[in-house]
């Protein structure tokens, strides 16, 4: 049977959404073990056995944080090696895709991006140039290297749950020598909104919401949506970059995106054209994202967005 | 101060854009310097006019790895400040994937590091063709330099790189010692366009072409043959068509919500 490893990193007191997509994943390839960094607790460790990880490995580093990207890399690359894996899954954040880029380096694996998709035998499914093409890609190494998209797959707990043997992997100190430091954290104040990638709903506003981004984020919260922005509202300040759908923003692809005063040129679209359900609320009834709404309303946004947020509360009683 | 820009030439993302039908590869007519790198080339133009510009010796070498196109990404890197370009041009090049890429440019970079030590690898955040953001991590594993990437602001000092990264949780301060590959943002700076003395300039200035020979890579590492991932099939995603497209006349928040409820989306 195929073996795949799967990287979490800084599971904290319990399993993010995406992790346990990638565990469900990793289950229809094969026998799954987990590499974690960071604190590991007893409930991540029975919840890693309940979605079917038989091995769970740790680094006999504890200070992996304080470097960027490249001594992880290192820890996962005796990972791999330790566990056998053929496939390495990996989240598909920045700092996903860059130890996916150096583990690849390190063991000779090819590495597949945004991957939506994976079959059987390590085919994975992706978009390219911005959504206008779908795609299927494979490695052509002994082992493969894929950082997958949230939302593509919906977790499920696995059949039987398996209780994982605890393993450390060796991490020399030649991992961490030169490699660029973390010297200083400053956090982003949490907003309690679902994150924007993973989310199920995205609201976004443009240049049309002219500085206030106040009934977006009301119907966001109605809907439980995350907020979204195109570049020109980002660009002006009216919101943080990183609300930022887009070519040099975010690729999201929810169920429901509803773009309020965003024209929907390229830049935009290149963002978000995946989305299941496409809802434009525009003044401009010649606005690109007219041609690719699934409903689309020519009013402004100011009175559309509260009256609809209104009735969803009504409806949600 | 000698830093490289990597540049690259691609097809411009406010066209249309194609994956050729005959071997899944990327089409390149259309094409132009790739907007993310231009914010690597102003941040390397700023650093050395803070230390005295071309003029006290500091260069800013545009490199690009293409075909015979990629050539406009340099010229027009040369007419924004660039000091020089160069142009690493190979046929066996041709569909190379991100960890091709990076050997060939680990071994160009070396080579331009030959005469004189190279002090920064300055990248976009991604390529606006291929979107994979893994080339700038595999170049410092493979010339084992340290990395520092998305950087969104960025300072020299001392023979230390100190940068800062944004995640969606938090902002980090990077600093790691020189040399280095950074990879920077568009939140970094405000890149310049050229202007007609810029223009003017460029014509003066030099464009090395390297072959694979040069640089003493063997073709068989590179290219499609050289690569490690192949693309199996491409399919164009069919266009999305309008629906129902309707004029507020009062009670189209309404009209928004009954929709979402027909979807099953509230």
New interface residues.
């Given amino acids: 049977m195929a073996k795949v490893l799967v990287f979490i990193d800084n599971p904290g007191q319990a399993l993010k959404k995406s992790s346990l997509e990638l565990l469900t994943i990793a289950r229809s390839l094969g026998e799954t073990a987990v590499a974690v960094n960071g604190t590991l607790t007893d409930d991540v460790v029975a919840a890693l056995g309940a979605h079917g990880a038989t091995a769970v490995f740790r680094p006999s580093s504890d200070d992996l944080d304080v470097f ?3 001594p992880k ?1 290192a820890y996962l690359a005796g990972a791999v090696a330790a566990s056998g894996a053929t496939t390495v899954l990996l989240e598909n ?3 996903g ?2 130890i ?3 583990l ?3 063991l ?7 991957v939506v998709g994976v079959e059987a035998d390590g ?1 994975a499914h992706k ?15 002994a082992v493969s290297v894929l950082t997958v998209k949230p939302n593509s797959v919906t977790s499920e707990p696995a059949a039987a749950a398996a209780s994982p043997e605890l393993l450390t992997v060796d991490v020399p100190d030649s991992a961490t020598a ?11 104040p ?1 907003s309690g909104r679902p ?2 990638t993973e989310a199920r ?1 995205v609201v976004a506003g443009g240049r049309g919401v002219d500085g206030d981004f106040g009934p977006v984020e009301e119907l966001a919260d109605a ?1 439980g949506a995350a907020v979204g922005a195109s570049r020109a509202a980002t660009d002006a300040g009216w919101i943080g ?2 609300a930022q759908v887009g ?2 923003g975010k690729t999201v692809s929810p ?2 995106y509803i773009s309020a005063g965003i024209s929907g040129a ?2 935009q679209k ?1 963002g978000m ?2 989305a299941k ?3 434009a ?1 525009n003044k401009d ?1 010649e606005s690109p994202v ?11 946004l100011f ?10 509360k009504k ?2 009683g | 101060m000698k830093i490289i820009v990597l540049v690259k030439h691609v097809p411009d993302a406010q066209l249309d854009r194609h994956l050729s039908d005959e071997d899944n590869t990327t089409d390149r007519a259309d094409s132009i310097l790739s907007e993310l790198d231009e914010y690597a080339l102003e941040a390397a133009l700023q650093l050395i006019e803070a230390r005295g510009g071309a003029k006290a010796g500091n260069q800013v070498i545009a490199l690009s790895m293409g075909p015979a196109g990629a050539v406009n990404a340099i010229k027009k890197s040369l007419q924004i400040g660039a000091t020089e370009g160069v142009h690493l041009r190979d046929d066996a090049l041709a569909g190379s994937d991100a960890a091709a890429t990076s050997l060939a440019l680990a071994a160009a970079v070396r080579h331009l590091g030959a005469d004189s030590p190279v002090d920064l690898v300055l990248t976009g955040m991604a390529s606006t063709d291929g979107e994979t953001s893994l080339v700038p991590a595999q170049l410092a594993e493979r010339l084992d330099l340290p990395q520092v990437t998305f950087a969104s602001e960025l300072d020299v000092d001392g023979g230390r790189v100190i940068a800062r990264r944004d995640s969606d949780t938090h902002y980090d301060t990077i600093e790691a010692t020189l040399p280095a590959v950074v990879s920077v943002t568009d939140q970094i700076n405000e890149p310049r366009f050229p202007n007609f003395k810029g223009i003017i300039a460029a014509k003066r200035k030099t464009i090395t072409t390297l072959t694979l020979a040069d640089i003493g890579v063997d073709p068989a590492q590179v290219g499609k043959a050289g690569s490690w991932t192949e693309v199996k099939t491409a399919a164009a995603r069919p266009p999305r068509t309008a629906g129902t497209i309707i004029t507020d006349e009062g009670d189209a928040g309404i009209q928004l919500v009954d929709f979402l409820a027909a979807q099953k989306l509230l």
């Fill in positions: 960027l990207v490249g890399a954040s920045f700092d895709k860059e996916a880029a150096r690849g380096i390190k000779g694996a090819g590495v597949i991006t945004d085919t978009s390219v140039l911005a959504g206008s093409y779908t795609t299927t890609a494979k490695a052509t190494t030169g490699a660029a430091r973390i010297t200083g954290r400053k956090d982003k949490a994150d924007l709903i809907l970059h990183d070519q040099t169920q429901l390229i830049q290149a054209q995946t359900v496409i809802v609320v009834a007219f041609e690719i709404a699934d409903f689309g309303i020519i009013g402004d009175q559309v967005l509260p009256q609809a947020t209104e009735e969803i409806r949600k």
